[in-house]
């Protein structure tokens, strides 16, 4: 169990009150939590997770840990699609020997937590997760050597990735809406942050898209817009 709070009296009235009627031990701050490293500095008020550990077992399951690192998740040399699906049934039984559901499963869990940037490349190679093919191994394969390149790199993050729920007809609609999600999500983290002590006096949202920047900050609406 977790206990997160700004109050750090209420915190150990808290803890009593648990350990009566279950048995528990007090194990002091967070330092690791389902696989997840907590690092944290009080000074500077830094707070750094990390999956360091997870990701060195993950690669020595599939003998990368000691392969050559890259730089980059995917690189644009894997054009996947679905000719590259095993061919034969020679291809097939030995695509069944390799472990690529497995892999792909070890990715989401350090995507989720706290490597939103394989996020891309995992997506690209579980979509043929049902029939995959030589080809979309040397992906699997080339995603664990960029993890094996930045297993210490992590965060504290929040992202997602889904489709909009709405129909919009441009790019500069698109990116609006996930900037409004992101305030959203901004939002709340602010509050959080606030209900346990820690104020910011600026918050900044960034995004890439110019018409995008120009419609937030002009709130009249404009029928000629230039997409």
């Known amino acids: 169990m977790l206990i997160v709070g700004k109050n750090a009296e209420r915190i150990t009235q808290l803890k009593i009150q648990l ?29 750094h997770m990390s999956q360091e550990q997870y990701i060195e077992k993950v690669l ?3 003998n990368i840990d000691k392969a050559k690192e890259v730089s980059s ?3 644009t040399n894997f054009r996947l699609t679905d000719k590259d699906y095993p ?4 291809k097939i039984e030995e695509m ?34 049902s029939n995959p093919g030589k080809k979309h191994w040397e992906a699997v394969k080339w995603i664990l050597r ?3 390149g930045t297993s210490k790199l992590g965060g504290d ?10 129909v919009v007809l441009s790019t500069t609609e698109a990116e609006y809406v996930a900037a409004t999600e992101a305030c959203k999500e901004l ?10 002590g820690f104020m910011q006096q600026r918050y900044v949202v960034l995004c890439d898209n110019q018409s995008t920047i120009h419609l937030a900050k002009n709130s009249v609406s404009q029928t000629n817009q230039t997409y």
Not at 97 to 115: E, H, I, K, N, P
Not at 189 to 194: H, I, N, P, Y
Request: aromatic letters at 10%; a positive charge.
């Open 73 to 75: 998740p995917l690189t």
């Open 96 to 129: 069944d020997r390799v472990l690529y559901a497995s892999a792909v499963g070890s990715f989401m869990y350090a995507m989720v937590c706290t490597r939103p940037d394989i996020a891309h490349a995992v997506g690209v190679v579980n979509h043929f997760l």
């Open 146 to 148: 960029y993890l094996r």
């Open 60 to 62: 020595r399951k599939f």
């Open 157 to 166: 993050v929040s992202w997602q990735s889904r489709l909009q729920k709405c």
């Open 187 to 196: 939002l709340w983290l602010k509050r959080f942050m606030q209900e346990i």
């Open 19 to 47: 350990s009566k009627p279950f048995a528990m031990k007090d194990l002091g701050p967070s330092k690791q939590i389902l696989g997840i490293r907590i690092t944290r500095d009080r000074a500077l008020k830094k707070l």
């Open 87 to 90: 061919s034969s049934e020679k």
